[in-house]
């Protein structure tokens, strides 16, 4: 069988930033170490799903997963191990917050098992840090790069967030040489998006805040594409760039195809073409543990299998993620049905806009990475349209 990949969620964070919509809450310290022994509870009673496989990659992801104890990570990756061992290049991943690490807490999680960092820095100047609620400085995110180094990470990475209201883009090419200068191996770069339900869309829909201009937005992007390969960084996926060797290998199973286990509240999941998602309040998780365990799954509350229109689309808008595309011949083997004959008039008109190659691959041009969601949107409307009764 094909390794499996573990997504673990830690749902804690000191302050909910305003622009976030993730499954995230503050204020609960207190459940920490009951969250920690569900999610081993968890692992445990997945141990049919984990039987006979091998793992790929393991993701802590958030939430603040550096908020938590080194030991209960290394109790989610210990528990892991005792049912599928780690393939020998295998990936363990930690998202991390500055000002939420120091050399003893990383020494702890690098002898837990965790190999590689993704650290959010999110911007390097004090102003865009308040505006996005986030707590620490930008000295802060200088200091966890070299205590993660310190303590023996040989693979970092650095989060950034452009595209804030009134950014200018000098000032959003200093985050970017600051960030080059500190060494990351990997560097990722993410457009702030009002999400519905935050209170940046609250203060954006009372006029409190002005989005930046779409086409400002993109000539940030564009800055950083430049600027990044300059540097040296080479661009793998539309919001990734990476030293060589250094790509997100836990990251790469989402966009291909792979399957996942879901472990933690709110967490999603992907066996054998079906998609779930666990209980998202952390007391309902724990409960739902405590409960069901040791049924497999304890924690899920939804279940789906995407239809042939939705499985379709939804693997073509993650490969086209990827710069290197897909080779056609994939999509025909994976659906039983030539890419060109459900694709139709929607590629051939994504192909003279200059936004879509199909040969020798079928990818996104430079143009068309500041379109991906728009060829995406045209892709499964044009199967909607077309294939629905099968879908």
């Known amino acids: 069988m094909q390794p499996l990949s573990v997504y673990v969620h830690i749902p804690f964070c000191t302050v909910k930033c305003g622009y976030c919509d993730f499954n995230t809450y503050s204020g609960m310290d207190n459940l920490k170490e009951a969250y920690g022994a569900a999610l081993v ?8 799903l984990l ?12 939430g603040t997963p550096s908020e938590v104890a080194a030991d209960h990570v290394a109790g989610v990756v210990a528990a892991i191990r005792e049912h599928a061992p780690l393939e020998p290049a295998a990936e363990v991943t930690l998202e991390a917050n500055p000002g939420t690490l120091d050399r003893p807490q990383l020494e702890a999680l690098r002898a837990a098992g965790v190999t590689r960092l993704s650290i959010g820095a999110q911007s390097f100047h004090a102003d865009e840090l308040r505006f996005l609620d986030r707590i620490h400085s930008p000295q802060a995110t200088a200091a966890s790069v070299e205590f993660a180094r310190k303590a023996g990470f040989e693979s970092i990475g650095l989060d950034l967030i452009y595209g804030l209201p009134g950014q200018a883009l000098n000032a959003w090419i200093e985050s970017l040489v600051i960030a080059i200068r500190l060494g990351p191996d990997h560097i990722s770069i993410y457009a702030l998006t009002v999400e519905d339900g935050t209170p940046l869309a609250r203060r954006v829909r009372k006029g ?4 930046l201009d779409p086409d400002a937005v993109a000539d940030l992007y564009e800055a950083a594409t430049d600027r990044l390969a300059a540097a040296g960084y080479l661009q793998y996926e539309l919001s990734n760039w990476a030293r060589p060797g250094h790509h997100s290998r836990h990251n790469m199973i989402y ?4 399957e ?21 309040h952390p007391r309902a998780y724990i409960a739902a543990v405590e409960e069901r365990a040791p049924a497999p799954r304890p924690a899920s509350e939804s279940a789906y299998r995407p239809g042939a229109v939705m499985a379709m689309a939804d693997w073509v808008s993650l490969r086209l ?16 049905v030539p890419l060109r004959k459900v694709g139709g008039a929607v590629l051939e008109d994504c192909i003279s806009a200059g936004v879509l190659e199909l040969v020798p691959r079928v990818r996104l041009t ?7 969601g728009e060829v995406s949107a045209r892709f499964l409307a044009h199967l909607q349209n077309t294939l629905a009764p099968t879908g």
């Not at 039987?51 to 990659?57: C, D, H, K, L, T």
């Not at 409190?208 to 989005?211: D, Q």
């Not at 966009?255 to 792979?258: Q, S, Y």
């Not at 073409?273 to 998202?280: D, M, Q, T």
């Open 260 to 280: 996942y286990l879901a472990i933690g509240a709110g967490a999603h999941g992907y066996l054998g073409g079906e998609r779930y998602e666990n209980v998202a």
């Open 51 to 62: 039987s006979g496989r091998s793992i790929a990659s393991i993701g802590f992801g958030g």
């Open 321 to 336: 993620r990827l710069l290197e595309g897909f080779d056609q011949r994939e999509f025909d083997a994976r659906f039983s």
């Open 255 to 258: 966009w291909t195809d792979g």
């Open 208 to 211: 409190e805040v002005t989005p």
């Open 366 to 372: 430079r143009a068309g990475r500041l379109l991906h």
């Open 41 to 48: 509870a968890e692992v445990h009673a997945n141990a049919s």
